[in-house]
Structures are given as structure tokens and as C-alpha cells.
């Protein structure tokens, strides 16, 4: 499993580069100021590092004890991806309607196109860190001789 340096890695970097990103996008999709937009980014940003942090932990734990082990499939890693938006969408409606002044329809409506991007970038960028940093357990699974 990851250290908690490591999670904290994760978690961070994933929040700074998503935000990097979904700031001009949401501002240039919705119409509205950046500043706004990136209020709200900012402010979802620090509640998402902390779901990351406890989701992560959490999904990890249960994969363990049930796998006997922490390595992802395709399917699982979509699984993972789905639930942590889905956790998060719940968490962030009334935040986007009360900060922008919106209907909860039109909070419903950004905050599903920011889980659609959040759910397609979440599975890129935890592939791309498994990649970057890969636990040791994974690497000597690669390096096994295939019988």
C-alpha cells in the first residue's frame, strides 16, 4: 500500500494540475467570470483533497482485503473513478448553487460536467501516477518470471 507522503503527493498534484485546468474551461463553458469559477475550484479543490485522501485510503483498504492485494484492473480503475465522483458530486451541489447564485438545476448541470471531466482526468491521471510512482509489490509482480 502507499506511504502518506505518498497519498499526500497524490492528492495535492492531482488538485493543482485538475485545477490548472478546469478553471479556464468552466469559465469559457459557463460563461462566467474565472475568478468565480475559480472560487469555486479552489473551494472544491480542498474539499476533494480531503475525499481523495480518505477515498483513496479507504477504496485501498477494501481492495486489500478483498484481492489480497492493491493493483487495478480497467475495470476496477473505472469503478474507482465513478464512486469518487459520484461521492463528490453529492458533496459539491449546494456549494456551486449558493457561491454563484444559480438554481440547484443549473448547479446540477455544471457540477455534472465537472464530474465528467473530474471522472475522465481522475482515470488518466491515476494511471499516469501508478506509472510514474508504482509501489514495489507491482514492480516485482512485472519482473516475475511468467511460468
Not at 56 to 83: E, P, S, Y
Request: glycine content about 8%; charged content about 10%.
Amino acid at each position: 500500500m502507499r506511504s502518506t507522503s505518498d497519498r499526500i503527493r497524490h492528492a495535492i498534484s492531482f488538485e493543482i494540475i485538475g485545477l490548472a485546468l478546469i478553471t479556464p474551461l468552466g469559465a469559457l463553458a459557463f460563461g462566467m467570470p474565472m475568478a468565480d469559477i475559480g472560487v469555486v475550484g479552489v473551494a472544491s479543490a480542498t474539499i476533494a483533497t480531503g475525499w481523495n485522501y480518505l477515498y483513496n485510503l479507504g477504496f485501498d483498504h477494501v481492495m486489500q482485503r478483498l484481492t489480497g492485494g492493491t493493483r487495478k484492473t480497467v475495470a476496477i480503475r473505472i469503478a474507482h473513478a465513478v464512486l469518487f465522483e459520484g461521492g463528490l458530486l453529492i458533496a459539491l451541489l449546494p456549494l456551486i448553487a449558493w457561491y454563484l447564485g444559480v438554481s440547484l438545476a443549473e448547479a446540477f448541470m455544471m457540477d455534472v460536467s465537472f464530474a465528467l471531466f473530474y471522472l475522465v482526468y481522475a482515470f488518466v491521471f491515476n494511471w499516469a501516477y501508478d506509472r510514474i510512482f508504482p509501489l514495489p509489490d507491482w514492480q516485482q509482480a512485472a519482473e516475475a518470471p511468467q511460468g
